[in-house]
């Protein structure tokens, strides 16, 4: 199984983020204590799956009690890394760069835009809300001066990999990557790929099997 170098397997960090968005509904609704069992009722998971999930943040829960959700909270936030405020740039200023500029909820997960790169020179010195626009060329200066690790990419496929070789080059330790295209960094640099294409086409599938077992239900109530 693929796990990180804190030794968290993949899918476990990929299940936090909904852990998360659930305790704090709980939180809201003023529930001081929560169990594995009801986070396993209402995400539809087994409950020794979510206790060996949250055994690898360290908190440990009280016997025929549970977690207490503010604790167990924290301790997802600081797992992921979330409690700290992270700088990232993006490259590419286009619609889908504008959107995630755009978007508030970075700022739940510790990610913060502090500016966007474009090659259109009529998109320079402007802003995507508080974020502004740069001309590409500025990329090295900007790097340097403000130590920004992440950058976001979101350019034409025929533009990615010679963005991400740039960004390399400039000492970007981690790539978002956005764009519909597989690229190639050095192993020392993070590289996450966020494909919409493969997303939706899962989605589509199911879809497709919902809608196929609901025309063999209907057959088979004609009989």
């Known amino acids: 199984m693929m796990e990180n170098k804190r030794g968290i397997p993949i899918p476990t960090i990929k299940r936090f983020p909904s852990y998360l968005r659930l305790l704090k509904v709980f939180k809201e609704e003023g529930r001081e204590m929560v169990s594995a069992t009801m986070l396993a009722e209402e995400l539809g998971l087994k409950p020794i799956q979510v206790r060996k999930d949250i055994s690898f943040t360290g908190l440990e829960g009280k016997p025929r009690v549970g977690f207490e959700v503010e604790k167990l909270i924290d301790a997802i936030i600081s797992v992921l890394g979330w409690d700290n405020v992270t700088d990232a740039i993006i490259i590419g200023a286009g619609h889908l760069g504008s959107a995630l500029a755009r978007y508030e909820g970075f700022g739940c997960y510790g990610l913060k835009i502090v500016a966007a790169f474009d ?34 990419l979101a350019v034409p496929a025929d533009e990615a990999q010679a963005v991400a070789d740039r960004l390399v080059a400039l000492g970007i330790m981690a790539i978002w990557n956005f764009a519909p295209k597989d690229i190639k960094v050095p192993s020392r640099v993070v590289l996450q790929r966020t494909d919409l294409a493969t997303s939706f086409a899962v989605l589509s599938a199911r879809v497709k099997r919902v809608m196929e077992s609901r025309e063999f239900s209907e057959e088979d109530d004609s009989w």
Do not use: C, S
Request: hydrophobic share 40%.
């Open 119 to 152: 090659t259109a020179e009529e998109k320079w010195g402007t802003g995507i809300g508080e974020v502004p626009i740069y001309p590409f060329d500025h990329l090295r200066q900007y790097i340097a001066e403000n130590h920004v690790n992440i950058a976001v």
